[in-house]
């Protein structure tokens, strides 16, 4: 048996050695995430923001530094609503991110500057891409509870993603 770390992780063992993790469901509502960072795994504690084509909170908390206690890299989890309309989150946010020691970002939602965050040593996964930027107008909720793919989510829980999908738990699994 091999020792899992947060580089070395699937998805698919985690829920097999952790069976009352959350699952997040592929293609709900007609919706699956896909990703975009340059890291297809990642995972992490857990930063919720709801906002609704306005990335200003996104912005803002990428910008802070995103360790946990232990020096891991935190993951943001943005519900947007599922908007197709507009980006949460580009490439300047992005290298943000990586700068701040952030692990990734989960947009339920767009992204945009796709082939630059591809190069970037940070996971992005969100329901697709589109060049429109998001208005900023300083509107949206930090450390609610979240919902959506049958997942209900917390500030403080843990998130794994990969091409797999996505898992939630309430305590760290590596």
Not at 68 to 94: F, N, T, Y
Request: glycine fraction near 12%; charged fraction near 20%; charge should be negative.
């Amino acid at each position: 048996m091999t020792h899992t770390t947060l580089d070395t992780f699937v998805t698919c063992d985690l829920l097999d050695a952790n069976p009352d993790c959350q699952v997040c469901a592929p293609n709900m509502e007609g919706k699956r995430f896909f990703s975009y960072g340059g890291h297809t795994q990642f995972g992490g504690e857990i930063v919720t923001v709801k906002c609704f084509e306005d990335n200003s909170r996104v912005k803002e908390l990428l910008a802070t530094d995103g360790k946990d206690e232990q020096g891991h890299g935190k993951v943001l989890v943005v519900d947007g609503g599922a908007s197709m309309r507009c980006a949460l989150l580009g490439d300047m946010i992005a290298q943000s991110a990586v700068d701040n020691g952030w692990a990734g970002v989960i947009v339920y939602g767009c992204v945009r500057d796709v082939d630059d965050m591809a190069k970037m040593p940070i996971g992005v996964h969100a329901l697709g891409s589109i060049p429109r930027k998001s208005n900023r107008q300083g509107v949206g909720e930090t450390d609610v509870t979240i919902c959506f793919g049958g997942l209900t989510i917390k500030s403080g829980m843990y998130v794994y993603a990969d091409n797999n999908g996505i898992i939630v738990s309430d305590k760290a699994l590596i």
